[in-house]
């Protein structure tokens, strides 16, 4: 019996063979590279997500510094018990909104708002200051009574009677200075008012 050596592979078959390889590896580079792209957008969109909730923080922030410069302009500007509807210098305010106390409490059309020459339907700006650097921030305010009364409030009467609880919305939009976020805000402001 004569023992014969198996032949080499043909060059053709391990080209084949090489070429099999290849694809694979290829299919596998490519599938690798597509869910490293997803996972790159996944990462790039959470940051924007977070980016963006950051701002809108840091936009009610300064909206709650709106409120409180309106709150100390309305101590300022009105004595003590006098309604807020009844002082010059508070009506006269760009933001002042002279509706009837009947009418519902409802935010501005911001986009129209500003400067309007209606007394019911406009708002206007307020400078916002960081010790001495104004903000870059736009802010808007309204300023209207909502009808609500309270005269049996402990905080306006103490027991005396002689005052009562007043409501009055206060409506803010703030936007940053690039127009990228802004928020609304919406609080009550409570006025001690005599009673007339």
Not at 55 to 80: C, K, M
Request: charged share 15%.
């Amino acid at each position: 019996m004569r023992l014969t050596r198996p032949r080499p592979p043909s060059s053709a078959h391990r080209h084949r063979q090489r070429g099999d390889i290849l694809l694979v590896t290829m299919v596998f580079l490519l599938l690798c590279l597509l869910g490293l792209i997803g996972a790159m957008r996944d990462t790039m969109v959470e940051t924007a997500q977070a980016g963006n909730n950051l701002a809108r923080q840091r936009d009610t922030q300064v909206a709650d510094l709106a409120t409180q410069y309106i709150r100390n302009q309305i101590l300022a500007d009105v004595p003590a018990g006098t309604p807020l509807a009844m002082a010059p210098l508070l009506t006269s305010q760009p933001w002042w909104r002279q509706v009837p106390a009947t009418s519902a409490a409802k935010p501005p059309d911001w986009q129209t708002c500003n400067k309007n020459g209606d007394p019911a339907n406009r708002c206007g700006p307020v400078t916002l200051t960081a010790g001495t650097q104004a903000l870059p921030y736009t802010a808007l305010v309204a300023v209207q009574p909502t009808g609500r009364t309270d005269p049996n409030s402990p905080q306006c009467n103490a027991g005396n009677g002689m005052a009562q609880a007043v409501y009055y919305a206060v409506f803010v939009h703030v936007q940053e200075a690039g127009g990228a976020t802004a928020v609304n805000t919406e609080s009550v402001y409570q006025a001690c008012e005599q009673l007339l």
